[in-house]
C-alpha cells in the first residue's frame, strides 16, 4: 500500500470515536481526512469540542486543531468511512455515506442484523464480505455497510469461534460490563460505583442474536443465553461462560484449541491484527480487567479458568476490551481486511 487512504471518522468526539482517531492517526494504510460529529460541535476544533480519554495517546492524537465537519457526505466524504454514531443517527446517516460511495465500518447496532449486512469478526467469518453485491444491488448503492459487532458479542463470538467444531449447542453467560461501554460520560458515578446494575437496555437480545448470526459462518446454531450487568470497571467486559459441547473434549485440548486458533487477519498481517487472537491464562485468578486488558493492544479475547460445569459441561472466563476488540480496534481490522482484500 503505497499510498494511504482518506478517510472519515462519524462520531468522532464519542469515546470511540476518539479511539479511532488515536489508532488511525498513526495507521500504515488509512489516513484521516475528516473529523465529524453532532450539530452541536460542528464548526468547533477537535481539540475544543472533545473531552479526550485515550490513555497513553498524544492529547487528541496531534489533530486537535482540525475543524469539526457535519456527518454530510456532500462535505465529509472519504472512500473509507468509520461511524461511531449512536443508533438513531447511524440509521439515517449511514446510508446516506454507502449511496454516495463509502464503504463504511460501522459500530452502530443499526444495521447490524440486516441481512444483506456482514456482521464481521474477521477472524471467524470474513465469507461473509461476499454479501457486499448482494446489498448494493439490493440498496441501489456504489458503496455498502460492513458492521462489527456489539462489544460483549464480539468477545463471546471469538472465545466461541474454535468451539463450533465441537459441536456448540449451548451457552450461557453472564457478563460484568464497564462503564466506558456506555458511552461517554455514561452512567453516572453515584449509580455506578460500589454497585452492580443487573439491567444494560437491550444488551442480552444483541448478544444473543449477533453471536449466532456470526457463528453460522461456522455452521453452528447454539442456543444463547445472557445475563448482562453493569459493573464499575473502567474498561473490559468480563462475562462468565458455561457451554455445552457434542464432542467430549479434555479442559487441556480445549484449552490448547483455543490458544492455536488462528484466522485471516493473522494469515495476512493485517497492522491490527493480534498476534494470539484468543490468549489462554493458565493463573487460577486471571484474567482481570485491571492487569490484562492492555494486551496486543486490547485486540485479544482471553480466556481463563476452562472447567467442569455441572449443568452444562465445560464453563470459562472470557475478558475483552469493549472499545477496542468490542468497537474502534474491530472496526479498523475490518476495514484493513476489506483493503487487503480488494474490496477498497
Ligand atoms: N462504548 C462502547 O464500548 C461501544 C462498543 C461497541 C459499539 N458501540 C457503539 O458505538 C457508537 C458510539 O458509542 P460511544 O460509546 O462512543 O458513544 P458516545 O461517547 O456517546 O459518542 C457518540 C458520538 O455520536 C455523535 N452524535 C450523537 N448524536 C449525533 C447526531 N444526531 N448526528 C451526528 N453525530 C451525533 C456524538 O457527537 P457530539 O459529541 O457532537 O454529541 C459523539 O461523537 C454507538 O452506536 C454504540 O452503541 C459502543
Not at 489533530?63 to 457535519?70: C, T
Not at 469461534?161 to 457478563?175: D, I, N, R
Amino acid at each position: 500500500m503505497n499510498t494511504r487512504l482518506p478517510v472519515t471518522i462519524l462520531g468522532a468526539t464519542g469515546i470511540v470515536g476518539q479511539r479511532l482517531v488515536a489508532r488511525l492517526a498513526r495507521h500504515p494504510w488509512f489516513e484521516v481526512a475528516h473529523l465529524a460529529a453532532s450539530a452541536r460541535s460542528e464548526g468547533q476544533a477537535f481539540g475544543q469540542a472533545c473531552q479526550w480519554r485515550v490513555p497513553d495517546c498524544e492529547p487528541f492524537a496531534g489533530l486537535g486543531h482540525q475543524k469539526l465537519l457535519a456527518c454530510d457526505p456532500a462535505v465529509s466524504f472519504a472512500p473509507l468511512v468509520f461511524s461511531a454514531l449512536d443508533t438513531q443517527p447511524a440509521k439515517e446517516i449511514e446510508p446516506l455515506f454507502a449511496a454516495a460511495g463509502a464503504l463504511v465500518c460501522s459500530n452502530a447496532s443499526a444495521a447490524r442484523m440486516d441481512g444483506d449486512v456482514p456482521l464481521l469478526v474477521p477472524e471467524i467469518n470474513p465469507g461473509d464480505l461476499d454479501l457486499l453485491p448482494e446489498q448494493r444491488q439490493a440498496r441501489g448503492t456504489r458503496g455498502a455497510i460492513v458492521c462489527n459487532p456489539n462489544c460483549t458479542t464480539a468477545g463471546l463470538a471469538l472465545a466461541l469461534a474454535p468451539l463450533a467444531a465441537l459441536g456448540l449447542e449451548q451457552v450461557f453467560m453472564v457478563s460484568m460490563q464497564a462503564a466506558s461501554g456506555a458511552g461517554y460520560p455514561g452512567v453516572a458515578a453515584l449509580d455506578l460505583m460500589g454497585n452492580v446494575i443487573p439491567y444494560i437496555a437491550g444488551e442480552e437480545e444483541k448478544v444473543e442474536a449477533e453471536t449466532k448470526k456470526i457463528l453460522a459462518s461456522r455452521a453452528a446454531s447454539p442456543v444463547v443465553s445472557a445475563h448482562c450487568n453493569r459493573v464499575g470497571v473502567v474498561d473490559g467486559h468480563s462475562a462468565s461462560v458455561s457451554v455445552r459441547l457434542r464432542q467430549p473434549v479434555s479442559h487441556a485440548e480445549l484449552g490448547a484449541l483455543l490458544g492455536n486458533f488462528r484466522g485471516l487477519p493473522q494469515e495476512l498481517e493485517l497492522p491490527s491484527a493480534p498476534r494470539q487472537p484468543i490468549f489462554v491464562h493458565t493463573a487460577g485468578d486471571r484474567p482481570q480487567p485491571r492487569l490484562d486488558i492492555g494486551r496486543e493492544q486490547g485486540m485479544c479475547v482471553h480466556v481463563g479458568r476452562v472447567r467442569e460445569c455441572a449443568l452444562l459441561g465445560t464453563k470459562f472466563q472470557i475478558l475483552s476490551h469493549n472499545l477496542e476488540r468490542g468497537a474502534a480496534g474491530a472496526a479498523v481490522l475490518n476495514a484493513e481486511l476489506l483493503r487487503a482484500t480488494g474490496w477498497l
